[in-house]
């Protein structure tokens, strides 16, 4: 595909060769910002992670990512040794010195740290979390609507890896995008373990119809930040919405699709599968939305 599209494309910006990023309590340029290849994270993808976006000065609704981070760490059993406090100022840190104000992005991540041999058991991370924070310039720009493939791959049962930990581990959604590709799609559309329409490889799924919103239930996806957003304007303003099973035959008759996230806010969808959705463009329930979550992070 000559035009393909990601929901994290961004504008180019040379300013991002010469960020600096946060590495254990330093903040150094990008070519001396390194991990050992005995961290966890590399070896195992033994992590927890955060995307956080700055609006005009302000990294919206940091307090509720950060909750989640520390929740997350917490089921994994990796202690940060830091507070929630300690890490924001490790984030207004970074910020500072870069000298960002708007459109960035901040990748936060947190690793079991480094092993003194090369092997599973978590009793080898003896020196304490890896965090490393990259803030990169980063304004979106998503040309068109996003194209969906459904592929066969599901995000797991909360007995296997739970799809609401936010994990270094990300094969099973980088496997899914590949199969999206592979079928000409931008990316995937994954079902749950039911087979009911559940989420995409990187982001919150939502359909639009007869002036519904409708979601999944949230019992296989990542519990986003974004995705939590919508439901409460919904909520906030009228606009009736659903967390409920739905399947693929009411998804290709849907007036609307469009995907959330902390990157792309709400991203529209306009072909799954081959079938347009709606008028294949942003929809009017898409962009009102959009203004509304635009006017809460302003607010």
Known sequence: MTDHVTTHQAEEDARNEAILIYVDGRIVPKAQALVSVYDSGFLLGDGVWEGIRLYDGTWAFIDEHLERLFEAAKAIDLDIRLTPEQVKSAVLETQLANGMQTDAHARLMVTRGVKTRPFQHPGLSRQGPTMVIIMEHSRPRIPRPIRLATVPHMRGMPMTQDPKLNSHSKLNCILACIAAEKAGADEALML?????????????????????????????????????????????????????????????????????????????????????????QMGPMTERLRELYKALVTA
């Open 192 to 280: 749950d373990v039911q087979g009911f329409v559940n989420t995409t490889n990187a982001c919150n799924f939502f359909i639009v119809r007869k002036g519904e919103v409708w979601t999944s239930t949230g019992d296989y996806c990542m519990n986003g930040i974004t995705r939590g957003k919508v439901i409460q304007l919904c909520q906030q303003h009228g606009i009736p919405v659903h967390q409920r099973n739905f399947s693929l035959v009411e998804t290709y008759s849907a007036d609307e699709a469009f995907l959330t996230g902390t990157f792309g806010a709400q991203t529209p969808v306009g072909v799954i599968d081959g079938r347009v959705i709606g008028t294949g």
